[in-house]
């Protein structure tokens, strides 16, 4: 099983809202990661796991918390967003290592701030 | 700050055509390369981890060569079919490789192929 899953696919919420974001993956990776993507950009690093510790955060505001509760599943909690942070927000997984190794990408899940 | 970058931005081509474009990187500190396919409405697939210089990967009628002395790799495609139309991404791993995968993308190629 090659696949990785996010759910929702849609979210949409307001700024006072808490919502969490989901992706479970089976391979046995144990580096996940969390990307965004606006419009007609590349996806852009925000957090990386490595054996279920947080090894990088690319500076993301704290209204965006990470957590590995296990290898399996990678989740992003949500609070208090801004309208700027809708995006399509992608999880990815992949062996731990030195880059060289490609990464699984979720469908994603499409976030509207309102 | 490193910079990734790919050409051309969109391509056209009609079925059959063969095309290719260009991915360039810094070309100190090089560890690997990775080629994506991102079609509409899909998760991103691997496409190739490039990692020796002069390297060459084929998988069915892509392929893709690598320069790490001059920074850049191509990605060629032979008799595009229409189920080729995607975004071709590029991305590079830290420098060091020591950033547990952190891959910095190139814009991308946004590739269309008409029937």
């Given at each position: 099983d090659t696949e990785v899953t996010q759910t929702p696919k849609h979210l949409v919420m307001g700024m006072t809202n808490k919502k969490s974001l989901k992706c479970e993956q089976?391979?046995?990776?144990?580096a996940m990661y969390w990307y965004k993507q606006k419009a007609k950009k590349p996806p852009e690093l925000m957090f990386v796991y490595s054996y279920e510790k947080?090894?990088?955060?690319?500076?993301?505001?704290?209204r965006f918390s990470p957590e590995c509760p296990n290898s399996s599943l990678l989740n992003l909690h949500l609070h208090a967003?801004?309208?700027?942070?809708s995006a399509l927000y992608l999880c990815a997984s992949s062996q731990?290592?030195?880059?060289a190794y490609e990464q699984y990408f979720g469908p994603g899940t499409r976030l509207t701030v309102t | 700050i490193l910079n990734v970058e790919q050409s051309p931005q969109s391509l056209h081509v009609q079925e059959g055509d063969s095309t290719n474009f260009t991915c360039s990187f810094p070309s100190s500190n090089f560890y690997a390369l990775h080629w994506y396919r991102w079609e509409t409405a899909k998760s991103p697939e691997a496409l190739f981890v490039m990692t020796l210089n002069g390297d060459e990967k084929k998988k069915g009628r892509i392929s893709a060569t690598l320069n790490t002395k001059e920074g850049y790799s191509y990605l060629y495609i032979k008799g595009?079919?229409?189920?080729?139309?995607a975004t071709y991404l590029c991305a590079w791993p830290n420098a060091?490789?020591?950033?547990?995968?952190?891959l910095t993308f190139g814009q991308g190629t946004i590739l269309t192929v008409h029937p």
């Open positions: 089976h391979m046995g990776h144990r947080l090894s990088i955060n690319e500076s993301v505001p704290s967003l801004q309208p700027e942070d731990v290592g030195t880059g | 595009s079919q229409p189920e080729d139309s060091g490789g020591t950033s547990y995968g952190k």
